[in-house]
């Protein structure tokens, strides 16, 4: 059964960092690529990054809201995906989904190719 579990969530003023972890158990984690979604109140869940699997070329690959701020790494021995978040904003509020998924790289910003979730993780930026 495959498992997801993230953590470091917290509530931090604009401009601030947080780093966000996921770790996977159940799957061959090198197989799979691992992202991260958010979903802010009444609005749709949202691609937030994704790291490719090695055997997909192992790239990592940004909404353009995040690029430049936030940055995923994965410890393929560890089974674990991070999320380091920097200079954030208010807008970055929301619940943050570790996700696993096979899709086609052409495929990995949609939600729908992702089965395996996490519970989620509240992160909140206020001033």
């Known amino acids: 059964q495959v498992q997801l579990a993230e953590s470091g969530g917290g509530l931090v003023e604009p401009g601030a960092s947080l780093r966000l972890s996921c770790e996977a158990s159940?799957?061959?984690?090198?197989?799979?690529?691992m992202a991260w979604f958010r979903q802010a109140p009444g609005k749709d869940r949202e691609f937030v990054a994704v790291?490719?699997?090695?055997?997909?070329?192992?790239?990592?690959y940004y909404a353009d809201s995040v690029k430049g701020r936030f940055t995923i790494s994965r410890d393929n021995t560890k089974k674990m995906v991070h999320l380091l978040m920097n200079d954030l904003k208010a807008e970055d509020t929301a619940i943050y989904y570790c996700a696993s998924s096979k899709a086609a790289l052409s495929a990995i910003r949609q939600p729908g190719m992702y089965f395996n979730w996490g519970q989620g993780t509240q992160v909140t930026v206020f001033s």
């Open positions: 790291s490719a699997r090695p055997g997909s070329g192992g790239n990592s």
């Open positions: 159940g799957l061959t984690f090198r197989n799979y690529h």
